[in-house]
């Protein structure tokens, strides 16, 4: 399978114009999804003497990619064991059961199979065995370390059709993974959403985009011009600090400050969600994922497969699946036509679904909702881990940006941990 990567950037058509900045701010946070509010939120915490701005071209937050993914809490199964992805997960899954818990913010942590056909023993075999190396990573509570970061227990078909008496007599055994869970995402951004409205040097501003970003000749940083709503013109400011978390746009906020052959690739891949009602399901209380395809042209490290989720009133639903898209020109946005939901995928969902709990009804699956991932590579490119990219304004020390690439899954998971990570470590000075 190809599809083509965008290398467009911001402003491309030149329709905006240089302005002079009319006001200045210290961190300027570009993108309220999860991980934007989660990193203005921890500047605000960090530096109260400092003023945040958070701008997001949406009206309200997480419009994106947070608001369009499974909820899940990720244990930190799945990813090479020296990347960011597994460092953040476990760390991240910490902080945010830990923040749950004391912002009353509903979550469960419903625990995970992850279930295996003979031909698939060896897959979750080797998860289970790197999941009893994974260390601690850095910064965590001391007290915990004394225990496995990442426990997981090798159980058999017989074993797991105890716990879920629904699934498939093909299953000779599973991965159980007790530290994964769900959490409401939405609330979980109104806290952090709450926690930046509530100190005094932060500012959340919204239906705001940025339209152009240059460096600053006379002082440290770069002149970024927003626009608001419907306005023609925009507004400019000095950033001194600039942080870009725009998920699916952030290279695009990127490759405006880049050479055109040093451009960063937007890769754009639809994952879609069905409801369920109906017979097959009557027994489930747990998350339930069969292995990812692997081999040669899969797609193990793009997306794990067809999965069953719950969400916190119990309902049940499948998904995401995979599903590339070709971008038709050079708008960046282009991947909002293919937000609406439709059946075209629900046979190949059905199809995946039997694999593992076979009394599922092919008429008891409905479309649901979509998501993309934001993707740095296309298809068939392997691993890619998380990617933090530093620019200076002036090519040295003075005037930084931080540009998040690729925040996908398990973002939501990470999302506190890369805030710790962006604020304390790359910003503060600390160990990273």
């Known amino acids: ?36 509010l989660a990193v203005a939120q921890r500047l605000g915490q960090r530096f109260p003497d400092k003023s945040t701005y958070l701008v997001e071209r949406h009206h309200i937050a997480g419009e994106e990619t947070s608001a369009r993914n499974s909820e899940v809490i990720h244990a930190g199964l799945y990813y090479p064991p020296d990347s960011l992805k597994t460092r953040f997960c476990l760390r991240g899954r910490h902080l945010l059961y830990d923040r749950c818990r004391t912002h009353n ?24 065995a790197k999941a009893q190396r994974l260390q601690w990573p850095p910064r965590s509570d001391p007290s915990s370390t004394h225990s496995l970061a990442c426990p997981t227990k090798l159980i058999s078909g017989d074993k797991a059709r105890e716990l879920e008496p629904d699934l498939h007599p093909d299953i000779v055994a599973a991965l159980w993974s007790p530290e994964t869970g769900i959490v409401d995402s939405h609330t979980l951004m109104e806290s952090l959403e709450k926690d930046i409205m509530e100190t005094e040097s932060s500012e959340l501003v919204y239906s705001t985009r940025v339209v152009r970003i240059d460096q600053s000749k006379e002082h440290p940083g770069w002149i970024v011009q927003l626009v608001t709503g419907e306005a023609e013109e925009g507004d400019a400011l000095l950033a001194r600090t600039v942080i870009n978390c725009a998920g699916l746009s952030a290279p695009l906020i990127l490759n405006a400050i880049l050479p055109d052959e040093q451009r960063i690739p937007m890769f754009f891949a639809r994952g879609s969600y069905a409801s369920y009602s109906g017979p097959g399901v009557k027994h489930v209380s747990h998350l339930i994922y069969p292995c990812p395809l692997v081999g040669k042209d899969k797609h193990a490290f793009h997306s794990l497969g067809t999965h069953l989720t719950l969400d916190l009133q119990g309902k049940i639903r499948f998904g995401p699946d ?30 995946a679904v039997q694999q593992y709990l076979p009394d599922v009804a092919l008429e008891g699956l409905q479309p649901d909702y979509c998501g993309v991932r934001p993707k740095i590579v296309g298809p068939g490119a392997g691993f890619q881990d998380f990617v933090f990219r530093r620019d200076r304004a002036d090519g040295q020390k003075e005037g930084e940006m931080i540009s998040l690439l690729g925040i996908e899954s398990p973002g939501l998971t990470s999302s506190l941990a890369i805030a710790e990570y962006v604020v304390d470590d790359m910003m503060a000075g600390g160990y990273a």
């Open 105 to 128: 913010i509903p979550y469960k942590k419903t625990g995970k199979l992850v279930v295996a056909r003979e031909e698939q023993r060896p897959y979750i075999e080797s998860l289970h």
């Open 322 to 351: 995979l599903d590339w898209l070709d971008p038709p020109g050079e708008d960046p946005d282009f991947w909002q036509m293919h937000l609406i939901p439709d059946d075209s995928r629900i046979k190949q969902m059905y199809d």
């Open 1 to 36: 399978m190809q599809a083509k990567g965008l290398r467009v950037a911001l402003n491309a058509s030149r329709q905006f114009k240089f302005k002079s900045p009319e006001g200045s701010v210290d961190h300027l946070v570009i993108g309220g999804g999860v991980v934007g």
